[in-house]
T-cell receptor, first 115, second 113 residues
Framework: LAKTTQPISMDSYEGQEVNITCSHN???????ITWYQQFPSQGPRFIIQ???TKVTNEVASLFIPADRKSSTLSLPRVSLSDTAVYYC????????????????FGKGTKLSVIP | NAGVMQNPRHLVRRRGQEARLRCSPM?????VYWYRQLPEEGLKFMVY????????ESGMPKERFSAEFPKEGPSILRIQQVVRGDSAAYFC???????????FGPGTRLTVL
């Protein structure tokens, strides 16, 4: 499984755009990149998943450069309720086909949104 | 459509007692996964089950821990003769086909006195 590296913590003011970058130098051809969000005392919540280029949903955008050795989760105009730990995961996945079901969570990035 | 349900949310046990953690997957999901999270750490995979089958228990400690997912009823993670090191948050997730998105429950926080 590809190892991921992301900042331990980040601070941001309300209303700003936040970009959290994850490094995954050993990503394999079949690997997808998935981001989860976890609030205190809750289980992780799926945010977004991508393979290459850019993916956008109602919550966030995910930017993946051509070499796929890193990815950036972008949260537009954060609010206090976005304060959480954000995990970057890399592994076989996608919505079809066999893949790795053993999600590997690192320590994540603790995002603190300041009023 | 209710999400993944776990109970109890908090469980306190004394050393040597048994802990039973329950997980009801999302409606229509037949794949269940259990993870453990120690304080300030990420989640660690324990076991993957389908109805009446343990598919992969490679992350489960060899002794005292067991899991099941019967044909009827919730999945159960059982810890016998608990020790203080078992204190952690235990999360259950469920999915449709394997490798599809896993949806997590709110977790059970086990405290061993």
């Amino acid at each position: 499984l590809a190892k991921t590296t992301q900042p331990i913590s980040m601070d941001s003011y309300e209303g700003q755009e936040v970009n959290i970058t994850c490094s995954h130098n050993n990503i394999a051809t079949n690997d997808y990149i998935t981001w989860y969000q976890q609030f205190p005392s809750q289980g992780p919540r799926f945010i977004i998943q991508g393979y290459k280029t850019k993916v956008t949903n109602e919550v966030a955008s995910l930017f993946i450069p051509a070499d796929r050795k890193s990815s950036t989760l972008s949260l537009p105009r954060v609010s206090l309720s976005d304060t959480a730990v954000y995990y970057c995961l890399v592994g076989e996945g996608g919505s079809s086909g066999a893949g790795s079901y053993q999600l590997t969570f690192g320590k994540g990035t603790k995002l603190s949104v300041i009023p | 459509n209710a999400g993944v349900m776990q109970n109890p949310r908090h469980l306190v046990r004394r050393r040597g007692q048994e802990a039973r953690l329950r997980c009801s997957p999302m409606k229509g999901h037949s794949h269940v996964y259990w993870y453990r999270q120690l304080p300030e750490e990420g989640l660690k995979f324990m076991v993957y089950l389908q109805k009446e089958n343990i598919i992969d228990e490679s992350g489960m400690p060899k002794e005292r821990f067991s899991a099941e997912f019967p044909k009827e009823g919730p999945s159960i993670l059982r810890i016998q003769q608990v020790v203080r090191g078992d204190s952690a948050a235990y999360f259950c997730a469920s999915s449709l086909p394997v490798s599809d998105t896993q949806y997590f429950g709110p977790g059970t926080r086990l405290t061993v006195l």
